[in-house]
T-cell receptor, first 114, second 111 residues
C-alpha cells in the first residue's frame, strides 16, 4: 500500500549493530504499529502508538525501541541487533475513528542479522 | 501467547474449486478480521466480522464466526490462480488494544 511506506526495504547487518527502520504514512491515521513476521509464527506485535505522545509495548518488545516523531512517522530501533531478530518487519496504521480498526500495512522490511 | 491458529497450514486446490480455511482463537473478541498476503508483500484487509454476527459475505468471500467455539472460517468460492497467497485471521479482543494474528494458511490455486 503506497500510503504506508517503509525504509529500507532490505537490510543486512552484523550482530551488535544499531539499526533503525522507518515508517511513514500519508493516510492521516493516529494509530501506528510495528510487527515482525517469522515463518510459521504469523505476525507478532512489537510496539504500538495511538498518538505522538503514546507508546505501548506489544507482545515481543524486548530488544526493540520505538520513536513516534510525528503523527505520520514511527521508527523502530534495534539497539544491538542479534541473529534471532532476522525477520520481516511490517509497519501498519489504523484510524481511531473507525470502529472497525482495519489495519493498513506497509510493504515490509526484510532484515538479516549476521 | 494469545496468537490464534489457522488450519490447514497449507492448501492446494484446482482453479474453480472452493477453498476453506479455519481460524481458532483464545479470548473473547470485539471483531475478527481476515487479511491476505501475497508473497513478500504487506497484508491487505479482506473482511471483518463483528462478534454479534455469524456470517458475512463479500464478493467470493464468505466468513463465518462461532464465538461459542472461538472459531471462524473463510471460504473462497470459485478460486482463481490470482487467489494464491497466504491468509491470516486477526482478532481484536474485548479488552486491550492489540490485534492478534493467526499463523496463516498458505493457499495455492493451480491453473
Amino acid at each position: 500500500d503506497a500510503d504506508v511506506t517503509q525504509t529500507p526495504r532490505n537490510r543486512i547487518t552484523k550482530t551488535g549493530k544499531r539499526i533503525m527502520l522507518e515508517c511513514s504514512q500519508t493516510k492521516g491515521h493516529d494509530r501506528m504499529y510495528w510487527y515482525r513476521q517469522d515463518p510459521g509464527l504469523g505476525l507478532r506485535l512489537i510496539y504500538y502508538s495511538f498518538d505522538v505522545k503514546d507508546i505501548n509495548k506489544g507482545e515481543i518488545s524486548d530488544g526493540y525501541s520505538v520513536s513516534r516523531q510525528a503523527q505520520a512517522k514511527f521508527s523502530l530501533s534495534l539497539e544491538s541487533a542479534i541473529p534471532n531478530q532476522t525477520a520481516l518487519y511490517f509497519c501498519a496504521t489504523s484510524d481511531w475513528t473507525s470502529s472497525y480498526n482495519e489495519q493498513f500495512f506497509g510493504p515490509g522490511t526484510r532484515l538479516t542479522v549476521l | 501467547s494469545q496468537q490464534g491458529e489457522e488450519d490447514p497450514q497449507a492448501l492446494s486446490i484446482q482453479e474453480g474449486e472452493n477453498a476453506t480455511m479455519n481460524c481458532s482463537y483464545k479470548t473473547s473478541i470485539n471483531n475478527l478480521q481476515w487479511y491476505r498476503q501475497n508473497s513478500g508483500r504487506g497484508l491487505v484487509h479482506l473482511i471483518l466480522i463483528r462478534s454479534n454476527e455469524r456470517e458475512k459475505h463479500s464478493g467470493r468471500l464468505r466468513v463465518t464466526l462461532d464465538t461459542s467455539k472461538k472459531s471462524s472460517s473463510l471460504l473462497i468460492t470459485a478460486s482463481r490462480a490470482a487467489d494464491t497467497a497466504s491468509y491470516f485471521c486477526a482478532t481484536a479482543p474485548n479488552t486491550g488494544n492489540q490485534f492478534y494474528f493467526g499463523t496463516g494458511t498458505s493457499l495455492t490455486v493451480i491453473p
